[in-house]
């Protein structure tokens, strides 16, 4: 049977042994037609007998007991009971070890093994890819150790001779079992004993000390007593008597005896003896270095051996006299009466040592030695900065004027000594003085900058000062001294610092240009400024917003953030300032129009912006922008007639859907509603997929006339226009709520939250649903599962926390921060919870943040008013009516609900913000009920 040659149908006998399916498992069978006719067998007279051969049992595995039970052959002693019997393996024995192998059996495995490799082979590719895919896979999420240091051993390669031999030595790890000290207890017998010697001997005997039997016994611990009242008396001794204050300090008086008043444990104790050992040994080795005197007079310090580590030290500096460390540390340990002789001794060995002047001028406590001392230092080290400055600050105006005219001949490369001279010089000499600087220091710009804040304050002009800085830039350049972007903007802050914003401006405008790409000059500009801001350098900032608008009048986010900035820390008359110099660079751009005419309207001139929008209409002509932004502004001023000019007008040259909006809300606001309604049936059909003007047509017939199935008309004939969308499902689902039917709202919702899953306004209105259906562990549920949908939704979360019951409510606000801590909903939510707990404070911190978050949104900007009115505070109420004013809300659900109600259409800003107000709830009326809807 060969495998690899198949065999056509037909074209051969199949062999004798051929059995049809034997491949796969088929078993031959016979009918009745191949054996024949059935015969009735004939009934033997042994019928019923077991046939010749039968032993008991055998089927099942059983054996005879003896082996003549067994027709001619031998015993199989195998054991094949089961608990040798595994189920994979079978038994340890082969059952069929008897039975001979023979031809038949040799073809059968020759043609299995055949098979086994065919099968192997159909998939060996398939498998080798997985199988190289996993092994990949898992050295990815765990690579071996010599993949991880891969990259190190090709380092290796680089590494030289010298670097390897100066790899340190590996450290002892191995931990080593720690030695414990056993400390057995004192026996009673023993505490006892020394008791009654302290009570009863303890004193010196006589005979012992070699003294007569006449002298009393002396008890120790009188000699103890005596010994600290003698103490005392001698620091009472040390007292002055005339002024009534102690010339000695009583807590270093011990350590100035030399007694030590430290306290070391065992091990302590022996690392100092180390130590001093050690020390010994460099000392010994290497008598002429410093250090180790040094070092073992402080290990002596350390042990409370003061004398010794002077005695120390007074060796070490016969040793090394040319140590100014070592004398200065030797004067330290020294005593008070002692110290100005040691140095004295030191400055006669190094006569021009600085630091041994300086600490010689320093002990003494009268400003004229001390200026004796550094007068003489200066004849011997006339070079040293320090000394100079030291000398000038004992001194007076006009004695420091001398000295330092002194000094910048002796040292003329001082910066400091150059500007100090300016500073006390008139104006005429000061510039005679920094001229001089300049030339004796030519690199350095700090003379160039000072020269400039001169100038400044003798009321020189701005382009004096800006040429002097661009000829400091200049001078250093040619002297090849290039000081880096961040180094002129700290002068700049320093300048301004100082008081000179003329030179802080110039600094800025001449380093615009320094380090900087010009594709990458405006984020880099706006990021300094940025960061000067957040320094507390306004002015800084200021310069460098006012010079990127200069270089880049065109650039939008330029003016921008300069407007921005100018709100938060100018005057209105800069920001204005600002505003027009970005109007004359970009007047055909409207947003510039529309910022400047916004903040006039804001200052209160009314007919200052109403020129600047007409003036914009009049140039850019029928643009959407600004022909909105002129119908609201005659809006909120009650000027009707000139709103509806405006509004046909720009429908007409435009008609935008924001324009068909207004005009039909203007003309529902004046009850001409089937003028509106007409309208409406225009704008549908020039925009048939904008779902706002269905909604506003189903608004209008619910207002007129309250017919439902008017509306429900409309909104069939949206959803085929715009298709299903989840604005039309709420529309649909509330005037369902509207009739009392909440079974079909609650079936319109359901199908829209498995359309759209992650909208949490359709969650939300389903937990309302819920809440006004009374079915409260409904609507926790939904509320869980939108949680689950939008884990981010402020709104969702805001109504989770006020669903909680009261005592449970802060762990969930506590949840909703982690998840979105600058969501307005979820900050005015945790302001209530601290208004209801009247925690006035908190609760207005808490508000002033959801304000800041989003100032478009409304609805906080009324939660802060209401809160404000309930505590009758009537400065603050002001103060959120003004900010609201400025901000000119527009989003928000309850704000939109009641500012594009038709009564209240003409209203201005403020008179919405109370509205809107008076809708909330009291805190204390919010039992598992929202906070924002009823």
Request: aromatic share 6%; proline share 4%; charged share 30%.
């Amino acid at each position: 049977f060969n495998m690899d040659k198949k065999r056509k149908i037909g074209a051969s006998v199949a062999p004798d042994w051929y059995v049809p399916g034997l491949c796969r498992g088929a078993a031959g069978f016979i009918t009745r037609s191949d054996l024949g006719p059935m015969k009735i067998p004939t009934l033997e007279q042994n019928f019923g007998a077991a046939p010749t051969g039968y032993v008991p049992g055998s089927g099942r595995g059983a054996l005879p007991f003896t082996r003549e039970e067994i027709p001619g052959g031998e015993v199989d002693r195998g054991d094949y009971s089961e608990t040798v019997f595994d189920k994979w393996n079978g038994y340890q024995g082969s059952l069929v070890a008897n039975i001979q192998y023979d031809e038949e059996d040799d073809q059968a495995d020759k043609v299995y093994s055949k098979l086994d490799e065919y099968m192997d082979g159909r998939r060996s590719e398939a498998r080798e890819k997985k199988m190289k895919g996993e092994i990949e896979s898992a050295r990815k999420k765990k690579p071996p150790v010599s993949h991880i240091f891969a990259s190190c051993k090709k380092d290796l390669a680089k590494i030289t001779k010298e670097e390897w031999e100066g790899l340190p030595e590996t450290p002892n790890y191995t931990v080593k079992r720690k030695k414990y000290n056993r400390v057995m207890p004192i026996p009673d017998s023993i505490i006892n004993q020394a008791i009654n010697d302290v009570q009863y001997t303890g004193s010196i005997d006589s005979r012992v000390s070699g003294m007569s039997s006449k002298v009393p016994a002396t008890p120790l611990t009188e000699v103890s007593l005596a010994k600290g009242q003698i103490l005392n008396v001698r620091l009472a001794q040390a007292e002055d008597s005339v002024t009534g204050q102690s010339v000695v300090n009583k807590n270093t008086y011990l350590e100035n005896l030399g007694i030590s008043t430290a306290e070391f444990s065992q091990s302590e104790t022996q690392d100092l003896k180390k130590a001093r050992l050690l020390m010994r040994s460099i000392i010994a080795t290497k008598p002429n270095d410093p250090a180790g005197w040094i070092a073992a007079s402080r290990i002596e310090e350390l042990n409370g051996r003061l004398q010794e580590a002077r005695n120390i030290l007074a060796q070490g500096c016969v040793e090394c006299p040319d140590s100014d460390d070592l004398w200065l540390e030797a004067s330290r340990l020294s005593p008070p009466d002692k110290c100005k002789s040691i140095l004295a001794k030191a400055i006669s060995q190094q006569p021009h040592s600085v630091k041994l002047w300086l600490s010689a001028a320093n002990k003494e406590t009268d400003q004229i030695a001390k200026g004796k001392i550094l007068r003489r230092a200066l004849e011997y080290i006339p070079s040293s900065p320090s000394l100079w400055k030291e000398a000038v600050k004992l001194e007076g105006p006009e004695e420091a004027k001398q000295l330092l005219r002194k000094a910048v001949e002796c040292v003329p490369f001082c910066v400091d000594m150059w500007l100090a001279l300016a500073k006390l010089e008139t104006y005429e000499e000061a510039k005679v003085v920094l001229n001089r600087a300049r030339i004796a220091i030519p690199t350095d710009h700090i003379i160039w900058i000072h020269a400039s804040m001169l100038e400044e304050a003798q009321g020189v002009g701005v382009e004096a000062i800006d040429l002097k800085i661009k000829r400091c830039i200049k001078t250093l350049a040619k002297a090849q001294v290039k000081l880096a972007r961040e180094a002129w903007l700290m002068e700049a802050v320093k300048a301004e610092q100082a008081g000179s914003l003329l030179t802080c401006r110039a600094i800025v405008k001449g380093s615009m240009d320094i380090d900087v790409d010009p594709d990458e000059s405006k984020t880099v500009w706006l990021q300094n400024a940025t960061d000067a801001c957040e320094k507390g350098a306004i002015e800084t900032a200021r310069a460098l917003y006012f010079e990127a608008s200069n270089r880049l009048p065109q650039k939008k986010k330029v003016w921008l953030k300069f407007f921005d900035f100018e709100r938060q820390n100018g005057t209105k008359e800069q920001l204005i300032s600002r505003m027009q110099k970005a109007l004359e660079q970009n007047k055909r751009n409207s947003i510039f129009w529309l910022l400047y005419a916004k903040q006039l309207w804001i200052n209160g001139d009314v007919e200052g912006c109403r020129k600047v929008l007409n003036e914009s209409k009049e140039l850019l002509g029928n643009e959407e922008e600004i022909v909105l932004a002129l119908i609201k502004f005659e809006r909120q001023n009650q000027n009707i007639e000139k709103v509806v000019t405006l509004v046909k007008e720009g429908r007409a040259a435009i008609g935008s859907v924001k324009l068909w909006k207004q005009n039909i809300l203007m003309e529902q606001a004046l009850k001409n509603y089937s003028v509106a309604r007409e309208l409406l049936m225009q704008a549908v059909v020039q925009h048939p997929t904008v779902n706002q003007l269905w909604l506003l047509g189903i608004r209008l017939e619910m207002e007129e006339n309250r017919d439902i199935e008017k509306a429900r008309e409309l909104l069939a004939q949206a959803n085929k226009a715009c298709g299903e969308q989840p604005e039309l499902c709420i529309a649909s689902a509330k005037l369902y709520i509207k009739e009392g039917s909440y079974t079909s709202a609650r079936t319109i919702l359901q199908d829209a939250r498995q359309k759209y899953k992650s909208n949490e306004i359709i969650w939300l209105e389903s937990v309302r649903l819920e809440m006004k259906a009374d079915n409260i562990k409904i609507a926790v549920f939904l509320l869980s599962k939108g949680l689950q949908e939008c884990p981010k939704s402020g709104k969702l979360w805001a109504e989770a926390i006020m669903l909680e019951p009261i005592h449970l409510r802060k762990p969930k606000s506590a949840d909703a921060l982690k998840v979105c801590d600058q969501d307005e909903n979820v900050v005015v939510a945790v302001a209530c919870l601290f208004w209801a707990e009247t925690k006035v404070e908190k609760a207005r911190k808490w508000f002033s943040r959801a304000i800041g978050y989003k100032p478009l949104n409304g609805d906080p900007w009324a939660s802060y008013y209401h809160f404000e009115k309930s505590q009758k505070n009537e400065e603050e109420m002001k103060k959120i009516m003004d900010k609201c004013i400025a901000a000119q809300p527009r989003k928000g659900e309850r704000w939109k609900s009641v500012a594009k109600a038709s009564q209240n259409m003409f209203l201005p800003t403020g008179e919405i913000l109370k509205k809107v107000a008076e809708s909330i709830k009291l805190p204390e009326q919010q039992i598992q009920t929202n906070y924002f809807i009823d």
